[in-house]
């Protein structure tokens, strides 16, 4: 099928500074990080800042980014934590909160981006301020090709053999379940400066955007891979091969782990509630103490709430755990 290229405004801010940081949260990625920088670097694209911070990294992470740093050092900012933030999470939104470009995107230490992910990216989102305006907290975000540690493709559409929809933007099932991968996501800065601390309760950066943007403005979703996600040993969140007899099975054998994350999930609604409580529309406000009082429920009373306000993850499957464990 063809798709319609998006025009895409080039270049810089009135006061020179770059349109877009990029975000990289490095962490014992000496293996691939060279990589992942030279496909930035190539990109279609030239308005950009890579800031990579180092996670306090016990192999040669910090050394392999100084060296790509001093290659390119009007495009590469380094950082480096005294000690382990504890997650991912910690670091990717403590960088957040240091940047004050007009649009921010995030990046693995691992995977390759695509020489137009970032024209591509930012064409959606012009697209959108365009519609709904720059106020408004916006995310963009890109389907990917699941990758081996060698490169070969595993599966070409990682919505599709996660069986998630992208498109999905309802906070009744952006609470439930995050549709968005980190490494693909664009975000504006009306959005980005709903970000603050402190991030404890908060799950994943990319959820907790998406959620953003779900309760005060729009999510977009380009059907098509920016990024080849590469799957290794070491990764800390990875691709699963949701449509496979054997990975449904387990997660119908792991109680413990489908009772925790729906537990974070009520966890992470909580703090969101209480952190934009006056910010937030009266029914959203409703939908959110509903969820978050589904735990104090019956077994019918939780399956009636999941029913009446739409709490549902995608796919059947997915439907009769929640069933099944909630």
Wanted: proline letters at 3%; one cysteine or more; glycine letters at 8%.
């Amino acid at each position: 099928m063809k798709e319609a290229r998006l025009t895409v405004q080039q270049g810089e801010t009135r006061a020179g500074e770059p349109m877009i940081d990029v975000l990289m949260a490095a962490f014992n990625g000496e293996d691939y990080v060279a990589e992942q920088i030279e496909s930035i670097v190539r990109q279609d694209f030239s308005g950009w800042r890579l800031v990579v911070r180092d996670d306090h990294s016990t192999d040669s992470t910090l050394a392999v980014v100084q060296e790509c740093a001093l290659r390119y050092p009007d495009r590469i900012v380094v950082q480096e934590r005294d000690e382990n933030s504890g997650s991912a999470k910690q670091n990717f939104l403590e960088m957040l909160g240091g940047s004050t470009a007009p649009y921010v995107m995030f990046a693995d230490d691992d995977d390759i981006w695509r020489p137009d992910k970032i024209s591509r990216t930012l064409g959606a989102m012009q697209q959108l301020e365009r519609r709904l305006g720059t106020g408004t907290p916006l995310l963009v975000h890109t389907d990917l090709t699941v990758v081996g540690q060698n490169l070969e493709v595993i599966a070409r559409s990682m919505s599709r053999s996660q069986q998630l929809d992208g498109n999905e933007a309802r906070l009744s099932r952006t609470v439930v379940q995050n549709v968005v991968t980190g490494c693909t996501v664009m975000v504006n800065r009306a959005l980005a400066d709903l970000v603050h601390e402190p991030f404890d309760g908060i799950v994943m950066h990319d959820w907790w955007l998406a959620t953003i943007a779900s309760a005060f403005g729009a999510i977009s979703f380009v059907d098509s891979s920016t990024v080849l996600y590469r799957q290794h040993g070491k990764n800390v969140v990875g691709a699963r091969p949701t449509r496979s007899l054997s990975y449904n099975v387990g997660r119908y054998l792991d109680r413990k782990g489908t009772e925790k994350m729906l537990a974070d999930s009520y966890t992470q609604a909580e703090v969101f509630l209480e952190r934009f409580a006056d910010r937030l529309s009266e029914p959203h406000r409703e939908l959110l103490r509903a969820y978050t009082a589904i735990p104090t429920l019956g077994k019918v009373g939780r399956v009636r709430e999941l029913q009446r306000h739409g709490f549902w993850k995608s796919t059947t499957v997915r439907r009769l755990g929640q069933v099944l464990f909630v």
